[in-house]
């Protein structure tokens, strides 16, 4: 019954001479939109179809440029009658490859250890996943091969390289004639300076190594190479350094240390000798050994050398945990001093589980290894770089990362990539350059727009940023925000911060923090409080006319 009453009440209309729809219709058309809505919402392969011409038939957008462009169209289609205030948090796929960022550091940093703590002090804000070419001054070390080394290298690789490593053995030196059948390529020189030489270095330790060759007479050449923690890589710069006796400390050598010492440093020399390594956490620890402390101890356990004499010395460490440190040293006038000899290179890292470390890099010894024609993938081998990881790390367990950089042919040319392999468990799989991300759209003054808000949650450094801008200001305020933490917020206290107080801070910190932020620019800020307990509060803001004020 009631389907046929209501047919007939539109029959009825049907006949009528006005239509009171067109009014009803007229009338919604002219209020705002009645409905104020909040949803997620992914992407379908049908949605992205839909835009088949601008996205060339894939199903990702090639920017976030690219999709803010189309999905505020959609949205509007979508939801035809939602109005002012709608949210729509947004599921799609987007190309994100990886790239690195540049960074140049001041400072001489010898290996890995040294780049880890400039990097973790410097760029405290880096993600897991975030590549870096760092820039920076490195010590480097000299070393020559030897007749003993060859033999060492015959002995190593002999089975792989028969006619190369014979000569080499026998000679000498590399061959370095290509049409002979004992030819040494750069990659092969690199692969036999790495099963010689790679534990004799720490990780990051930049080396000149120098070796003879023959190629139609006798000769030399000079590798300048760097150890990433899987083989050597050559470095494209220039440098020469000093051959260098190594000499690693023993347990006497730190005992002597620490009854000489005894006197002069009680609490360095007492820990030197329990723990048997030197405690550099100056500043922050009363055992601390400085370097000028350190290179007077040295002095005292290496041996007379003849003037002129490089050292290469290694020591134990401990910066919160245990390492080792090689220092070059150089003897003249009856005493060592210190005598590095750098070299500016660039180096890329990635950030893993919170540290710095090298990728794995794919090397030309590698891509022969798999059979390929050229070093380097494309789209229709890739697969093999996560079989590779397979017996790279055989014990490797539930969601262990691996960082690799490799070279990769897209068609057009070959090009450098970088990114990251999980291990779920079973098989490594390499994170794709397209990712599923989300971002969220807001209806605003009739149209959806991007939502730009940033969530930002203050570090310790913003709190003291904060505090001492306002010293001078609100003394009783920045000064308990700077020893405690967090923000007063009790109405009542000597210490309170209003919330003009809060938003002339906030100021300080996004003018600090990013100085180029855009008009209409939002950040959701979180920080510490105190209300008679501690906890979290989250003040919106919005850059209008140059200046941050609430966006509430």
């Known amino acids: 019954m009631k389907k046929i009453i209501f047919y007939l009440m539109i029959l009825g209309l049907t006949f009528t001479g006005c239509n009171p729809l067109d009014d009803i219709y007229s009338d919604i058309d002219a209020k705002p939109s009645p409905v104020v809505g909040a949803v997620d919402y992914t992407l379908t ?13 894939e199903e990702y957008f090639e920017d976030q440029d690219q999709a803010d462009l189309l ?31 540049p960074i140049t550091a001041s400072e001489t940093l010898s290996n890995l250890n040294q780049i880890d703590d400039y990097l973790s002090s410097n760029y405290e804000t880096a993600e897991n996943g975030t590549f870096v070419e760092l820039t920076y001054n490195a010590e480097v070390l000299a070393y020559t091969l030897s007749d003993s080394d060859f033999e060492s290298i015959e002995g190593t690789l002999g089975s792989k390289y028969p006619e190369a490593t014979s000569s080499a053995a026998r000679f000498g030196n590399f061959e370095r004639r290509s049409s002979n059948d004992a030819y040494w390529s750069d990659s092969m020189i690199l692969e036999a300076l790495t099963g010689l030489l790679a534990s004799e270095y720490n990780t990051g330790q930049v080396v000149v190594v120098n070796f003879p060759i023959y190629d139609g007479s006798p000769g030399s050449e000079t590798f300048v190479v760097q150890h990433n923690g899987y083989s050597f890589l050559k470095l494209d710069v220039e440098a020469s350094g000093s051959d260098a006796v190594e000499y690693t400390l023993s347990g006497d050598d730190y005992d002597t240390i620490a009854t000489d010492l005894a006197s002069t440093y009680p609490d360095p020399a007492s820990n030197l000798g329990n723990f048997g390594s030197f405690d550099v956490r100056v500043g922050s620890s009363d055992n601390a050994w400085t370097d000028a402390m350190i290179l007077e101890a040295l002095n005292i356990v290496l041996p007379v050398a003849t003037e002129g004499d490089v050292y290469a010395v290694t020591y134990a460490i401990y910066n919160g945990s245990v390492g080792t440190e090689t220092v070059t040293l150089l003897y003249t006038g009856g005493v060592y001093v210190e005598n590095a000899t750098v070299v500016e290179v660039s180096s890329i890292v990635a950030k893993n589980n919170g540290d710095w470390e090298f990728p794995y890099t794919f090397t030309e010894a590698d891509f022969n290894s798999f059979g390929f024609r050229f070093p380097n993938f494309s789209s229709s081998n890739i697969y093999i770089l996560d079989i590779f990881l397979e017996d790279l790390f055989p014990f490797a367990q539930a969601d262990d990362v691996t960082m690799v950089q490799y070279a990769f042919y897209n068609g057009d040319e070959t090009v450098t990539k970088y990114g990251h392999s999980i291990f779920d468990g079973d098989k490594w799989k390499l994170t794709p350059d397209v990712i599923e991300t989300s971002f969220q759209y807001g209806f605003e003054n009739g149209v959806w727009v991007p939502d730009n808000t940033i969530n930002y949650t203050f570090l310790s450094a913003d709190v003291t940023l904060i505090s001492e801008a306002f010293i001078e200001i609100y003394p009783g305020p920045a000064d308990n925000v700077g020893f405690f933490g967090s923000f007063d917020r009790r109405s009542g206290s000597s210490n309170y911060w209003n919330d003009d107080m809060l938003l002339e801070a906030f100021n300080v910190l996004l003018d600090v923090r ?11 800020l979180t920080f510490v409080v105190y209300t008679g307990s501690t906890g979290n509060e989250t003040k919106s803001v919005i850059k209008e006319g140059g200046v941050w004020v609430y966006n509430e």
Do not use: C, H, M, R
């Open 45 to 57: 392969s049908e949605d992205y179809a839909e835009y088949e011409t601008e996205l060339n038939g």
């Open 71 to 101: 999905i505020p169209d959609f949205l509007a289609d979508l939801y035809p009658v939602w109005g002012e205030g709608s949210l729509v948090n947004v599921g799609y796929n987007l190309y994100d490859e990886t790239l690195t960022e």
């Open 514 to 524: 990013d100085p180029s932020a855009a008009e209409g620019q939002k950040y959701k």
